[in-house]
């Protein structure tokens, strides 16, 4: 069973930073992607960020390129979200999920097979 695990959330003010983690366990393909999406009261999961784990290439939402960055530490299993001069609508739970291989889905949560637990980022002054 996958097991994955965020961290890093928090309150934050408005143009300040977070870095969040993504803990990974019993991955046992080898070819996956991981994903950030976000979810606030009363919509959808949305797509932040991507990265495939084998070669490192990333996807984002243009309205977050610059200010977020996804990234992964090989050795200790880890997916990171950077980021940076965060705005009030950034609000919501911030999920971390694995996805097989890497192509157009990755910025689909339907197509996510495992998901972490979430943590909570709030931007308010």
């Known amino acids: 069973q996958v097991q994955l695990a965020e961290s890093g959330g928090g309150l934050v003010q408005p143009g300040g930073s977070l870095r969040l983690s993504c803990a990974a366990s019993r991955l046992g393909s080898s070819d996956y992607s991981m994903g950030w999406f976000r979810q606030a009261p009363g919509k959808e999961r949305e797509f932040v960020a991507a990265i495939r784990w084998n070669d490192g290439r990333t996807a984002y939402v243009p309205s977050h390129e610059g200010r977020f960055t996804i990234s992964r530490d090989i050795a200790k299993h880890t997916v990171y979200l950077q980021m940076n001069s965060l705005k009030p609508e950034a609000t919501a739970v911030y999920y971390c999920?694995?996805?097989?291989?890497?192509?157009?889905?990755?910025?689909?949560?339907?197509?996510?097979?495992?998901w972490g637990q979430g943590t909570q980022v709030t931007v308010s002054s």
């Open positions: 999920g694995v996805v097989q291989r890497w192509g157009p889905w990755v910025e689909a949560a339907d197509r996510y097979e495992h």
